[in-house]
C-alpha cells in the first residue's frame, strides 16, 4: 500500500496538476451538448443519454450490456428475427452487462459510468506513457498536445458546410470529439498506453515483470477493439527491421539480444492471437459475417476523399514533428523509432489495407494523435531546431495553442448552437408514452420475444428489454430493405388478413408495438383479428399474438 501512495505521489507534480486540470475542461466542455440535452429534456419525454455515437449503434451497445446483465456471455443479433450465432464481439458491453446486474443498473447509465470511467483511464494512463518515453517536461508537453491536438483548418478538406449543416468522419478527431468517444475506443487506448509504458519499462530495466504483465492487457485490448493493437503488431517488427537494415548497412552489431528477441516474438504472437479470434467472426454468420464486408466497401470503395482527408486529419503535428523525426532516425532509439513508426502507420500501410483485409478506418482507430503529439514536443523541446532559438519556439507553441483552442471553440459552439435551436425530436426526447410500450415489454415480454415496429423504436426495445426486434438495424437486420417494405404494408392496414398473420407466424413474432411512427405508415386502427391488446395509452398500443388461432 506504501508503494502504491509513493507512486501516486510521485505521479502528483505541478506539470500534472494543469494537464490533468486542462484535460478535465476538455472532458467538461466535450460533454457541453449532452448536458444541454439533458437540461431540454420536457417532463414529459425521455432522454436516453445519446452522445456522439450514432443513434443505432448506440442502442446497439445497450442492448449487449441489458444481454450481459441478463446472463449471457456472448453478444447475440437483437435487430433480426432469424436465429443467429453469438459472437465475441461487443464483448467489453457484455461486461459493463454484469457490472449494471451487480449494481442494479440501467443498460444506459452503465454505459455512461464505464464511459467516464474509460475517459479517466485515457487522460491518465496518457500522461504515465509520456512521462516514462520523454521524461516529466517533454512528457507534459506530450499530454498536453495529445488532448488539445485538432485537425486542420477545416476549408482545406474542400467540403463546405462541414460541422454546420452536416459531419463527416473526420471531424469525429477534433480535439473534443475524441474525448467523447465511444468507451471501448478510450478503455482500449488507455490498455494500449499501458502496454507501451510496461514494455518501455521491460526494455530500459529487463525487469521480465513489467513484459509479462503487458500480454494479458494485450489480449484483453485486441479482443475489445482490435485496431488498437496494431501499433503492437505492424509497428514494433516495423522499427524492428529498419533498425536491422540500418545496422546491415552499417556493419553494425545488432543491437537486441537473444532474450530481446524471443520476447518479441511472444508479443508478438499473443498479438495476433486476439486478432485471429476476432478474425474468426468474420465467418460466423449473419450479421457478423457483414460489417468487415461493409466497412471495406464503405471506406476503401465508396469515401473518394479519405485519402485527402487523412493527410490533413492531424493539422499541424505532422509539420511540427520533422525535426524530431529527422534527429530520432539518425540516433536509432529504438523507442522513439516506434512512436515514429506509430505516428506514420496509417500513411505507410494505407496502400496494402485490401491486401491485409481491413479498413482504412483502422488505420485511424489506433489513437494515432498519440505518437504525433509525442514527436512533436519531442520537437519543440528537445531538438536543438527550436530549443536553440527560443523565439521561434514561444512562437511556435503560442500559435499551436491557439490554434488548437479556436479550432476547438468553434467546432463547440456551432455544435451548441444546433443543439439549442434544434427541434425537440421524438427520436432523441422520446415521449414517455411511447417509453411506457417500451418498459412494459422489459417487464413482461419473455426472454428472447420477437417484436415487431418501425425502425426507431425497435432500434431502442432490445436497448432496454430482453428482447428482439424485426426490423431495426441497417447492418444487423437481415434483408433490411425487404423487411421494410413488409412492415410497411403491414402497417399501412392493407396486408390481407391471411398474409399478415403467415407474416407473423413465418418470423416468429410475438408482439406488435403500434405507435405514432408505426401509425403514420397507414390508417389506424391496426384490425386484423390475430392480435389482442396486451397494453395500451393514449398514444401508444402494444399488441400480442393470440397462441389460439
Not at 473534443?176 to 530495466?205: E, G, Q, W
Not at 420475444?449 to 432500434?459: K, M, Q, W
Request: with cysteine.
Amino acid at each position: 500500500m506504501r508503494f502504491l501512495i509513493n507512486k501516486l505521489f510521485k505521479l502528483i507534480s505541478g506539470y500534472f496538476l494543469v494537464y490533468f486540470f486542462i484535460a478535465q475542461l476538455y472532458f467538461f466542455l466535450a460533454n457541453l451538448p449532452l448536458l444541454i440535452n439533458i437540461i431540454r429534456t420536457s417532463k414529459d419525454t425521455f432522454f436516453p443519454l445519446f452522445h456522439s455515437a450514432n443513434h443505432y449503434d448506440y442502442n446497439m451497445y445497450l442492448s449487449v450490456i441489458t444481454q450481459g446483465a441478463k446472463g449471457l456471455w456472448l453478444a447475440q443479433d437483437p435487430y433480426t428475427s432469424e436465429i443467429t450465432n453469438p459472437s465475441l464481439f461487443y464483448f467489453f458491453y457484455i461486461l459493463i452487462g454484469k457490472m449494471a446486474a451487480l449494481f442494479n443498473l440501467p443498460s444506459y447509465i452503465a454505459y455512461h459510468i464505464i464511459r467516464i470511467i474509460s475517459t479517466e483511464l485515457f487522460i491518465m494512463l496518457l500522461y504515465v506513457m509520456n512521462k516514462t518515453v520523454l521524461g516529466v517536461k517533454i512528457g507534459f508537453w506530450a499530454s498536453l498536445f495529445g488532448i488539445i491536438a485538432t485537425i486542420s483548418p477545416v476549408f482545406l478538406f474542400n467540403q463546405t458546410g462541414a460541422f454546420e449543416t452536416f459531419f463527416l468522419w473526420w471531424g469525429g478527431y477534433e480535439a473534443l470529439k475524441r474525448l467523447d468517444n465511444m468507451p471501448h475506443y478510450l478503455f482500449s487506448f488507455a490498455c494500449l498506453f499501458l502496454i507501451i509504458t510496461l514494455l518501455v519499462k521491460y526494455l530500459n530495466s529487463k525487469s521480465v515483470k513489467y513484459f509479462l504483465i503487458s500480454l494479458p492487457i494485450i489480449f484483453l485490448s485486441g479482443i475489445i477493439l482490435p485496431p488498437s493493437i496494431l501499433p503492437i503488431l505492424l509497428t514494433i517488427p516495423a522499427a524492428c527491421y529498419y533498425l536491422f537494415m540500418l545496422n546491415t548497412r552499417d556493419r553494425k552489431r545488432i543491437i537486441f539480444s537473444s532474450n530481446d528477441l524471443l520476447a518479441f516474438l511472444i508479443l508478438i504472437s499473443v498479438t495476433l492471437s486476439p486478432l485471429l479470434l476476432i478474425w474468426r467472426e468474420n465467418y460466423n454468420g449473419f450479421p457478423w459475417d457483414t460489417w468487415n464486408k461493409w466497412e471495406i466497401a464503405t471506406w476503401n470503395l465508396n469515401e473518394p476523399n479519405f485519402n485527402r482527408a487523412l493527410v490533413l486529419l492531424f493539422g499541424f503535428l505532422p509539420v511540427l514533428s520533422i525535426p524530431a523525426i529527422i534527429k530520432i532516425i539518425k540516433s536509432r532509439d529504438f523507442t522513439n523509432i516506434f512512436i515514429i513508426f506509430w505516428a506514420l502507420m496509417p500513411y505507410l500501410f494505407l496502400p496494402f489495407v485490401n491486401l491485409l483485409g481491413f479498413s482504412k478506418m483502422r488505420l485511424v482507430s489506433s489513437s494515432p494523435f498519440t505518437p504525433f503529439a509525442m514527436i512533436a514536443a519531442y520537437s519543440l523541446f528537445g531538438t536543438e531546431f527550436f530549443v536553440k532559438k527560443r523565439f521561434l519556439q514561444i512562437t511556435t507553441l503560442t500559435f499551436f495553442l491557439l490554434y488548437s483552442f479556436y479550432i476547438s471553440g468553434m467546432q463547440l459552439y456551432l455544435q451548441l448552437k444546433n443543439e439549442v435551436v434544434s427541434p425537440m425530436y421524438t427520436s432523441i426526447f422520446i415521449p414517455n408514452t411511447s417509453w411506457y410500450g417500451i418498459y412494459f415489454l422489459a417487464k413482461t415480454a419473455p426472454k428472447n420475444s420477437i417484436v415487431l415496429s418501425n425502425e426507431f423504436i425497435g432500434s431502442l426495445i432490445p436497448a432496454y428489454s430482453f428482447t428482439k426486434t424485426y426490423f431495426a438495424h441497417s447492418v444487423h437486420t437481415k434483408d433490411f430493405q425487404i423487411k421494410q417494405g413488409l412492415v410497411a404494408k403491414f402497417y399501412s392496414n392493407h396486408m390481407p388478413e391471411k398474409e399478415a398473420y403467415n407474416f407473423i407466424k413465418n418470423n416468429n413474432i410475438n408482439y406488435i408495438y403500434y405507435g405514432p411512427d408505426e401509425m403514420s405508415l397507414g390508417d389506424p386502427p391496426l384490425s386484423y383479428t390475430f392480435l389482442e391488446k396486451a397494453y395500451e395509452n393514449k398514444d401508444v398500443t402494444v399488441f400480442k399474438v393470440k397462441n389460439n388461432i
